[in-house]
């Protein structure tokens, strides 16, 4: 895959990947996923997002070649692989804030590296391609247990942590009503796992109704099209007895819908750094000292978010890049025991010759997409 | 002004409600409070640095690892070359790497040419995808395209 500017994405051949420093590993990839983070690249709204780049941080491959110092990882393992690059030995690696190592990208301190995620996480080409190079091989990729379904292995290298740890980060308690905004594939989980941290009720909101009607059998909880409500903040604060939601969690991120003053200034003239809709509706829909937890991606710039409100109420905020490999051993608990099915959320299985198709129908939600996987031709056969 | 070190043993009542359990990052982070000591841990082998990378400067140096994938070049990379003057902190930074970004849309169509290749710019914005699942969507967008540009065209007209 070959980024040629914004919504422009095509086929095109390149050097294999080297081993370039003694802890990587050279993968042959047999799944790998479009993710919403990918719109925000796709869409040109991340600053030093170079043409040439190859994009793609969720995939799942095969180790062809490792560097002299890999020890865990043996040629021939099938692999998942976390979209964090993290090296395990900086300060924010050993806290387990894998999300924020410290020694993986040079361009930008205020994020982590990222597989296929411009220049600002890093300058990786990422997954969407045949054979990739992995950097600290023996930190964050895993060998798929056996037995686990790939499809289900390469929702486990960003949306199903991402959408527990949005569910996490809600400091849930048994009881609490918690309204996840979003229905993609991450606001879908999270609205799954608020029920494994103990939520009393689960409320949905997005624009989409093949989401919505999905979200409500998948995560079996209540789901509302915020085109057909008025005042959005309104509904919540009625339907939780005029208090406010205990969580609320923003899945959404930079490219939200919902308010032309927003989409005008986030999205189209980039005068803030992505809509901040969602983000600004989680916090006036909040109780009283609640908490917001916020995965939704924006840019490095600044938001329109209304921070009076947040200290006047006394929100709590978490927010972060999901830390897959500490959630991972937990996780693939999850998926084993039954508790947790992502496979269940593609939608699209997606030969890697047509990404640019692939791209259109997740960025325009065509034909009913939640997730879209694409698969390289060595993994067809 | 000069400000010298302070020692906060001597200071009244220092940490005596201090409460480790207390702590809003949990239980996403487990506390160490090794970043209080600075950036002193034993770094990764450094990946050796043969290609350009831009640091930001609010760090010292080259992280042990990079990516490879598109070093600077042309104009576009002296674009990006001054924003790292600039701090993840300032516009100064973030305005002048989304204009090089723009700029390397311009590069990467001449680089096509270049190379004897002319780019399917309709494929690449996959509208394959949007005839087979969304086309009276692609149509109505054509014909108003199509009627802004006869008014236009027409509007231009009568003015000259
Ligand atoms: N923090 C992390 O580690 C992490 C990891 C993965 C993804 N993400 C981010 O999570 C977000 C969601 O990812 P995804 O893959 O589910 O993307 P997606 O584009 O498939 O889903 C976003 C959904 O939000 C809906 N939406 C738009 N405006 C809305 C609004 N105002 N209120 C409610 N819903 C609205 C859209 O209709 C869409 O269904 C993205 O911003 C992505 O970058 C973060
Ligand atoms: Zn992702
Ligand atoms: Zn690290």
Redesign the pocket.
Do not use: M, Y
């Given at each position: 895959m070959n980024y040629r500017g914004p919504k422009r994405v095509r086929i095109d051949h390149k050097p294999m990947p080297e081993i370039m420093h003694p802890q990587d590993a050279i993968v042959r990839v047999t799944r790998s996923c479009i993710?919403?983070?990918d719109?925000?690249l796709y869409n040109g709204n991340v600053p030093d997002t170079r043409v040439g780049m190859t994009f793609g941080h969720e995939f799942t491959g095969v180790v062809e070649e490792i560097g002299s110092e890999v020890q865990k990882l043996k040629v021939g393992d099938h692999v998942l692989v976390p979209?964090n690059i993290a090296c395990g030995k900086c300060a924010f690696c050993k806290q387990e804030l894998y999300?924020n190592c410290h020694e993986s990208n040079s361009q930008a301190t205020a994020v982590g590296g990222i597989f296929g995620y411009s220049h600002t996480a890093g300058g990786y080409d990422g997954g969407q391609a045949e054979y990739v190079r992995v950097p600290y091989a023996d930190v964050g990729p895993t060998v798929i247990p056996e037995g686990m379904d790939p499809d289900d292995a390469v929702m486990l290298t960003?949306?199903v942590p991402?959408g527990y740890?949005a569910a996490e980060m809600g400091g849930i308690q048994k009881g609490d009503t918690v309204v996840v905004?979003?229905?993609?594939?991450?606001?879908?989980m999270a609205a799954k796992c608020a029920w494994l941290f103990g939520a009393g009720r689960v409320i949905v909101?997005?624009?989409?109704e093949y989401?919505l009607e999905f979200v409500k059998n998948y995560a079996q909880c209540e789901a509302y099209n915020?085109r057909e409500i008025d005042d959005v903040v309104v509904f919540v604060k009625k339907t939780t007895d005029w208090m406010g939601a205990d969580v609320c969690i923003d899945?959404?991120?930079?490219?939200?819908?919902?308010?032309a003053m927003q989409t005008i200034t986030g999205r189209k003239t980039l005068l803030q750094a992505g809509s901040a809709?969602?983000l600004h509706?989680a916090i006036n829909a909040v109780k009283k000292g609640g908490i917001v937890s916020i995965?939704?991606?924006y840019g490095p710039t600044d938001n329109l978010v209304p921070i009076g409100n947040l200290v006047n109420k006394g929100i709590t905020i978490r927010a972060?890049?999901?830390s897959v490999k500490r959630l991972l051993p937990r996780l693939i608990e999850h998926v084993q025991s039954g508790v947790l099915n992502p496979k269940a959320l593609i939608t699209h299985r997606i030969p890697l010759e047509e990404v640019s198709d692939g791209y259109r129908i997740?960025s325009a939600?065509l034909d009913n997409c939640?997730k879209p996987v694409l698969i390289p031709p060595s993994a067809r056969i | 002004m000069e400000n010298k070190p302070v020692d906060y043993n001597l200071i009244k009542g220092w940490g005596i409600d201090a409460d480790p359990k207390n702590d809003p990052t949990y239980p996403m982070k487990h506390r160490t409070n090794e970043e209080q000591k600075g950036y002193t841990w034993d770094r990764p082998t450094q990946q050796p640095i043969n290609i350009e990378v831009l640091h930001s400067n609010e760090r010292p140096n080259v992280t042990a690892v990079f990516g490879t994938s598109t070093p600077p070049s042309g104009l576009s990379g002296m674009i990006r070359r001054y924003a790292f003057q600039y701090s993840e902190n300032s516009y100064g930074h973030w305005l002048p790497l989304l204009l090089a970004d723009r700029v390397n849309v311009v590069e990467g169509i001449v680089d096509d040419f270049i190379n004897g290749k002319v780019p399917n710019i309709l494929a690449e914005k996959g509208y394959k995808a949007e005839w087979k699942h969304n086309r009276t969507g692609l149509l109505q967008k054509a014909a108003i395209v199509g009627a802004i540009s006869t008014v236009a065209f027409l509007l231009l007209r009568k003015k000259n």
């Open positions: 993710c919403g983070s719109l925000h979209f999300g960003d949306v991402t740890q905004f979003g229905a993609g594939p991450v606001g879908i909101f997005d624009q989409l989401r915020f899945a959404v991120g930079a490219e939200a819908a919902g308010n809709t969602a509706w995965v939704g991606i972060n890049q999901a997740f939600k939640i | -």
